[in-house]
């Protein structure tokens, strides 16, 4: 491999010169030379030199170094957290990879047109049409969506037959909206890293591991604690490196002969920015903290045009967690219990609990234009002694969690009185984040009627209000519940008429946001007039994602990652070396 | 710590951050999204580390630790050597483990180690 980039004494010793001969000197040889001082410096103040520079070590990252790796390039992979695999470390890592090799296997047909229907339908539901060439959807719409059909199965197949992550077929698995008429594949899309246990939850543990053994056997450096500041560009415009800063504030220069592509996640952790773009009060989530919308601040000065900045993958989180900015914060995929209801600050249960996470999220967002507040801005989830035994996991971000675990969020009450009393306390300290937030006076006796009415309905199975667990994705995530003989739905089961009772505040949040630069299907970053800015990638969390607003399946973050890295380093390897 | 745009927060920010030792940032930059450091604080993604050193390996109650880890570590006491060589890649000391983490700088090893000695 060329070089180190920090231990390179060849480049320290060339620093050192420099700050000897005085920051002067460079400009002034640069100028006898007739040389523009950015390019001569360009010429001689990098610290190492690569075909490809990756800025981000998540599953986005590590591919695309992979990927570009395998075709002869040279690579680097620098990392701004001081340890790898960022959002992707603590993801569950379903694959959503349509018309995949598994499902050809099994003789499951995933048409191209259908599917893309069904995305269609889901990312733009009002211009959806059926008959329209495109379905509605815009060109830069379809042709990235196309582009994910397309490339999804042969950058899995590949990073699979290289040994980087071998998956398992989770056939029985089906998409969020596996009920439309638009999807005719509703199962057999989603794969996890073979290694992964049962459950499928430390997934993405197992896929950073594999992809990383594999990457450091390849030669590929991944150095952490690299803090990307800047893009590089020649005189032309052409991006030839970055400038990172690493732990210790040192400036370190990267030469990249090709292509640099970011890889950096989404802006889930910058207040600012989620403050002005998303669509919706959210309070964070589980995005590693270090995405803090690095690639839109650094991309803007260069002309980049930004899209779908308003959507996230959205996901219900605790409300304690985010707070205090636990770095282990899960969003809740699951919201276990059978005998378990949401209320909202007046006891009213509005919403059906089992709805797929990323839209339960979005019904956090309503607004009360009378009152001017969002009336379900914090939901208080109730369970009962029977829920707390038998759905108790620390997986998916559930709420209701063994002893032993971190249980902070855990509200207690010997009665639904002492439990209401308890809410409001814990309610009052965190007044400053919910705009003062608090239980209405009656709120005792709505959660009272609310249970009484969700006991009724469970005894039934058929929740009349809001219909839960009539979808086959609710059932998915409905998690661990006591067997009952005999019983039509498994998510509803009526709360005891006895303590004790648990509660935990519930807020919107991120899994990670998706929007940011727009890029071509090639993973190149266009600028206001749709032109590559030249040299300059991105992939996955931190560039604009095509879906819109929607979550199509398991695994519809990491699918699109996976093809568009493919894509993106088969682009930037295409790319000539331009001179150093 | 949010923007490169505001360049006194960040230089506030810094001075903040000479006041612990060179050991506890990298812990707090490297370690705290999956570990807790606190005496009694939660296992978040990993385990607890509040007075690791000295500890037989794979003891914190209340933590599900992978097969390949025991297998690797059964029997082994937390000492500083084994902390270093740890640090240097997880990896290499029990392989297939959940954890993957390295780190080539031993300066920066031996400031991880310092700060987990003063953790007891």
């Given at each position: 491999?060329?070089?180190r980039?920090?231990s390179?004494?060849?480049?320290?010793?060339?620093?050192?010169?420099?700050?000897?001969?005085?920051?002067?000197?460079?400009?002034?040889?640069?100028?006898?030379?007739?040389l523009?001082?950015?390019?001569?410096?360009?010429?001689?103040?990098?610290?190492?030199?690569?075909?490809?520079?990756?800025?981000?070590?998540?599953?986005?990252?590590?591919?695309?170094?992979?990927?570009?790796?395998?075709?002869?390039?040279?690579?680097?992979?620098?990392?701004?957290?001081?340890?790898?695999?960022?959002?992707?470390?603590?993801?569950?890592?379903?694959?959503?990879?349509?018309?995949?090799?598994?499902?050809?296997?099994?003789?499951?047909?995933?048409?191209?047109?259908?599917?893309?229907?069904?995305?269609?339908?889901?990312t733009?539901?009002?211009?959806?049409?059926?008959?329209?060439?495109?379905?509605?959807?815009?060109?830069?719409?379809?042709?990235?969506?196309?582009a994910?059909?397309?490339?999804?199965?042969?950058?899995?197949?590949?990073?699979?037959?290289?040994?980087?992550?071998p998956?398992?077929?989770?056939?029985?698995?089906?998409?969020?909206?596996?009920?439309?008429?638009?999807?005719?594949?509703?199962?057999?899309?989603?794969?996890?890293?073979?290694?992964?246990?049962?459950?499928?939850?430390?997934?993405?543990?197992?896929?950073?591991?594999?992809?990383?053994?594999?990457?450091?056997?390849?030669?590929?450096?991944?150095?952490?604690?690299?803090?990307?500041?800047?893009?590089?560009?020649?005189?032309?415009?052409?991006?030839?490196?970055?400038?990172?800063?690493?732990?210790?504030?040192?400036?370190v220069?990267?030469?990249?002969?090709?292509?640099?592509?970011?890889?950096?996640?989404?802006?889930?952790?910058?207040?600012?920015?989620?403050?002005?773009?998303?669509?919706?009060?959210?309070?964070?989530?589980?995005?590693?903290?270090?995405?803090?919308?690095?690639?839109?601040?650094?991309?803007?000065?260069?002309?980049?045009?930004?899209?779908?900045?308003?959507?996230?993958?959205?996901?219900?989180?605790?409300?304690?967690?985010?707070?205090?900015?636990?770095?282990?914060?899960?969003?809740?995929?699951?919201?276990?219990?059978?005998?378990?209801?949401?209320?909202?600050?007046?006891?009213?249960?509005?919403?059906?609990?089992?709805?797929?996470?990323?839209?339960?999220?979005?019904?956090?967002?309503?607004?009360?234009?009378?009152?001017?507040?969002?009336?379900?801005?914090?939901?208080?989830?109730?369970?009962?002694?029977r829920?707390?035994?038998?759905?108790?996991?620390?997986?998916?971000?559930?709420?209701?969690?063994?002893?032993?675990?971190?249980?902070?969020?855990?509200?207690?009450?010997?009665?639904?009185?002492?439990?209401?009393?308890?809410?409001?306390?814990?309610?009052?300290?965190?007044?400053?984040?919910?705009?003062?937030?608090?239980?209405?006076?009656?709120?005792?006796?709505?959660?009272?009627?609310?249970?009484?009415?969700?006991?009724?309905?469970?005894?039934?199975?058929?929740?009349?209000?809001?219909?839960?667990?009539?979808?086959?994705?609710?059932?998915?995530?409905?998690?661990?519940?006591?067997?009952?003989?005999?019983?039509?739905?498994?998510?509803?089961?009526?709360?005891?008429?006895?303590?004790?009772?648990?509660?935990?505040?519930?807020?919107?949040?991120?899994?990670?946001?998706?929007?940011?630069?727009?890029?071509?299907?090639?993973?190149?970053?266009?600028?206001?007039?749709?032109?590559p800015?030249?040299?300059?990638?991105?992939?996955?969390?931190?560039?604009?994602?095509?879906?819109g607003?929607?979550?199509?399946a398991?695994?519809?973050?990491?699918?699109?990652?996976?093809?568009f890295?493919?894509?993106?380093?088969?682009?930037?390897?295409?790319?000539?070396?331009?001179?150093? | 710590?949010?923007?490169?745009?505001?360049?006194?927060?960040?230089?506030?920010?810094?001075?903040?951050?000479?006041?612990?030792?060179?050991?506890?940032?990298?812990?707090?930059?490297?370690?705290?999204?999956?570990?807790?450091?606190?005496?009694g604080?939660?296992?978040?993604?990993?385990?607890n580390?509040?007075?690791?050193?000295?500890?037989?390996?794979?003891?914190?109650?209340?933590?599900?630790?992978?097969?390949?880890?025991?297998?690797?570590?059964?029997?082994?006491?937390?000492?500083?050597?084994?902390?270093?060589?740890?640090?240097?890649?997880?990896?290499?000391?029990?392989?297939?483990?959940?954890m993957?983490?390295?780190?080539?700088?031993?300066?920066?090893?031996?400031?991880?180690v310092?700060?987990?000695?003063?953790?007891k």
């Amino acid at each position: 491999m060329a070089d180190r980039i920090r231990s390179d004494a060849g480049a320290a010793s060339r620093r050192r010169f420099f700050q000897q001969a005085g920051a002067g000197s460079a400009a002034v040889a640069a100028a006898t030379l007739g040389l523009a001082t950015q390019e001569a410096e360009a010429a001689t103040a990098f610290d190492g030199s690569y075909d490809v520079v990756v800025c981000g070590s998540g599953c986005g990252g590590l591919a695309s170094a992979l990927f570009a790796r395998w075709q002869g390039n040279s690579a680097v992979i620098l990392e701004k957290a001081g340890s790898i695999g960022g959002t992707t470390s603590k993801a569950a890592f379903w694959y959503w990879v349509p018309n995949n090799e598994a499902m050809k296997k099994a003789g499951i047909a995933d048409p191209k047109p259908d599917f893309l229907k069904y995305v269609a339908r889901l990312t733009n539901p009002q211009g959806y049409d059926a008959a329209h060439p495109r379905f509605g959807l815009t060109p830069w719409e379809y042709e990235m969506c196309s582009a994910f059909y397309d490339s999804a199965s042969p950058a899995v197949e590949l990073l699979a037959a290289k040994g980087a992550l071998p998956y398992r077929h989770v056939a029985d698995v089906p998409d969020y909206f596996a009920e439309l008429p638009e999807d005719k594949a509703p199962k057999g899309r989603v794969l996890v890293p073979k290694d992964a246990i049962p459950s499928m939850s430390d997934g993405g543990l197992v896929a950073v591991r594999t992809m990383s053994t594999k990457a450091r056997q390849e030669g590929i450096p991944i150095r952490t604690g690299m803090r990307v500041i800047k893009v590089l560009q020649d005189k032309s415009g052409r991006v030839i490196g970055v400038e990172a800063k690493d732990e210790l504030d040192a400036t370190v220069r990267l030469r990249a002969k090709k292509a640099v592509i970011f890889a950096t996640g989404g802006f889930t952790h910058n207040v600012e920015l989620r403050k002005n773009f998303l669509n919706g009060p959210i309070y964070g989530g589980c995005a590693a903290p270090s995405n803090e919308g690095d690639f839109v601040q650094i991309a803007g000065p260069l002309g980049a045009q930004l899209r779908n900045m308003n959507y996230a993958w959205t996901c219900p989180i605790p409300l304690e967690k985010a707070i205090a900015k636990d770095g282990s914060i899960s969003g809740m995929f699951s919201v276990a219990g059978d005998s378990m209801l949401f209320v909202n600050k007046y006891g009213q249960r509005n919403v059906n609990e089992k709805l797929q996470y990323n839209e339960l999220a979005q019904t956090f967002f309503e607004w009360d234009g009378a009152k001017a507040e969002y009336p379900n801005l914090v939901r208080i989830a109730v369970w009962d002694q029977r829920s707390q035994q038998h759905s108790a996991s620390a997986e998916y971000g559930r709420l209701i969690v063994p002893p032993g675990t971190d249980d902070r969020h855990v509200i207690k009450g010997a009665t639904l009185a002492e439990l209401a009393r308890a809410i409001d306390e814990r309610m009052a300290k965190y007044a400053g984040a919910t705009g003062g937030a608090k239980l209405a006076p009656d709120f005792l006796p709505n959660l009272q009627a609310a249970v009484a009415r969700f006991n009724q309905f469970a005894k039934t199975g058929k929740d009349l209000d809001f219909r839960r667990g009539e979808r086959v994705v609710e059932l998915l995530f409905n998690g661990d519940v006591k067997e009952e003989t005999g019983r039509t739905n498994p998510t509803m089961w009526p709360l005891a008429d006895a303590g004790p009772y648990y509660a935990a505040l519930v807020v919107a949040g991120t899994l990670d946001t998706k929007g940011g630069p727009k890029t071509d299907t090639n993973g190149r970053v266009l600028d206001g007039a749709d032109k590559p800015i030249p040299g300059l990638y991105g992939v996955g969390n931190c560039v604009a994602s095509a879906s819109g607003r929607a979550y199509w399946a398991g695994g519809a973050t990491l699918g699109p990652i996976i093809a568009f890295a493919y894509r993106a380093a088969n682009a930037a390897h295409a790319e000539g070396r331009s001179a150093a | 710590m949010k923007t490169w745009l505001l360049l006194p927060a960040l230089a506030l920010a810094a001075n903040l951050a000479l006041a612990q030792s060179p050991g506890q940032r990298l812990a707090q930059t490297s370690c705290t999204q999956c570990h807790s450091f606190g005496k009694g604080e939660p296992h978040g993604v990993g385990p607890n580390l509040y007075g690791l050193l000295g500890k037989q390996a794979a003891s914190n109650p209340g933590f599900t630790f992978s097969k390949q880890y025991l297998d690797a570590m059964k029997g082994k006491t937390w000492d500083r050597a084994l902390l270093d060589k740890w640090l240097t890649d997880t990896q290499a000391v029990a392989p297939g483990n959940t954890m993957v983490y390295f780190q080539d700088d031993p300066k920066k090893r031996a400031a991880l180690v310092e700060y987990m000695q003063s953790l007891k």
